[in-house]
């Protein structure tokens, strides 16, 4: 019923920006809030940044400054932006949205896309 798809990611040397975009696509009314996560090599997926509807942010402590998300609900698309990117952000991206609501009535939670990897050259 609901498909996530990023895009963005590549390969980029120490210092560099990225932009990784997300759409949602399928019978989609609204979308609550809409985030990115992150899992390295042998590690736990982590939350990178996540924005209401509303447009309140929130990011992790090692990305402040750095990353900014954003979002437009109109495309139920949402981005974030990744300057001075550093080795250890290296990873797979993930687009999360957390609460779907469909046309007709009922909801989707917690839908996930497939990734986008990042690597960041040193």
């Known amino acids: 019923q609901v498909q996530l798809v990023e895009s963005g990611g590549g390969l980029v040397q120490a210092g560099g920006s990225l932009r990784l975009s997300c759409v949602a696509s399928?019978?989609?009314?609204?979308?609550?809030?809409m985030g990115w996560y992150r899992q390295p090599p042998g590690k736990q997926r982590e939350l990178v940044a996540a924005?209401?509807?509303?447009?309140?942010?929130n990011y992790a402590d090692s990305v402040k400054g750095r990353f900014t998300i954003s979002r437009d609900n109109a495309k139920n698309t949402v981005f974030l932006q990744m300057n001075s990117l550093k080795p250890e952000d290296t990873a797979r991206y993930y687009c999360?949205?957390?609460?779907?609501?469909?046309?007709?009535?009922?909801?989707?939670?917690?839908?996930w896309g497939q990734g986008t990897q990042v690597t960041v050259s040193s």
């Open positions: 399928g019978n989609i009314f609204n979308i609550n809030a």
């Open positions: 999360n949205a957390d609460r779907v609501a469909l046309r007709g009535g009922g909801y989707v939670f917690n839908a």
């Open positions: 924005i209401t509807s509303g447009g309140t942010t």
